[in-house]
């Protein structure tokens, strides 16, 4: 089974301080992304990379940074959180190419900005 | 940028009858149709996926794809309790991203 892990499961931030948001995978999968989801809104994505080294911006990326350090982890950075931020964020893994599509959730992380 | 948009927001199926749910899409040269099921406080998780026009049954779930109407669809049948959830379909955009549609709330009632 697939294993992706997130941390730290619930965030409690103040406006205008920095937030890191963590995410590893043993999938051994190029592809990771990072997504917001609120009610109403679905599943948007953040940021995505496609392996070591590399962030690409998905279609909510303003006020986020993505780091890929490594084929296991990628992080989501807030550098100024701000009380719009604060939503459920997931991590996923996937493989490259449309036959691989499939993508594996991690458990989420609850952020709210005070 | 591929559109991707669910009906209904939410529905109420006594159990054991049919749920029918649907997702259009955009871009006719998607080539993965996917229903993820989300229950309360958990991750998403592929449910079926489909890759060519047509039909697929697993167990009490279908999925039917129709290109040429940039739609498809989720049927479940004999609805149970335990299928209670938020279902969201799925289309890929490009070769490694997937655009999420905004969700139904399925709840099946004993």
């Known amino acids: 089974e697939a294993a992706v892990t997130q941390s730290p499961r619930n965030k409690v931030a103040v406006t205008g301080g920095k937030v890191t948001l963590s995410c590893n995978q043993t999938?051994?999968?190029?592809?990771m992304y990072w997504y917001r989801q609120d009610t109403g809104h679905g599943l948007r994505l953040i940021h995505y990379?496609?392996?070591?080294?590399?962030?690409e911006k998905g279609d909510i990326p303003d006020g986020y940074k993505a780091s890929r350090p490594s084929q296991e982890n990628f992080s989501l950075i807030l550098e100024l959180a701000t009380p719009s931020q604060t939503s459920v964020y997931f991590c996923?893994?996937?493989?490259?190419?449309?036959?691989?599509?499939?993508?594996?959730f991690g458990p989420g992380t609850r952020l709210t900005v005070l | 940028q591929q559109k991707v948009q669910q009906s209904p927001e939410s529905l109420i199926v006594p159990e054991g009858a049919m749920t029918s749910l649907n997702c259009t899409f955009s871009?006719?040269?998607?080539?993965?149709f996917a229903w993820y099921r989300q229950h309360s406080g958990k991750a998403p998780k592929a449910l079926m996926s489909i890759f060519s026009n047509g039909e697929k049954e697993e167990g009490r779930f279908t999925i039917h794809l129709n290109k040429a109407s940039l739609h498809f669809s989720l049927h479940i049948r004999d609805s149970q309790p335990s299928d209670s959830a938020l279902y969201l379909c799925a289309v890929t955009e490009g070769a490694d991203r997937l655009t999420f549609g905004k969700g139904t709330q399925l709840i099946i009632q004993p």
């Open positions: 999938n051994n999968h190029n592809n």
């Open positions: 996923a893994s996937g493989d490259r190419g449309v036959s691989y599509a499939e993508q594996f």
């Open positions: 871009d006719s040269a998607s080539q993965y």
């Open positions: 990379s496609y392996g070591a080294g590399s962030t």
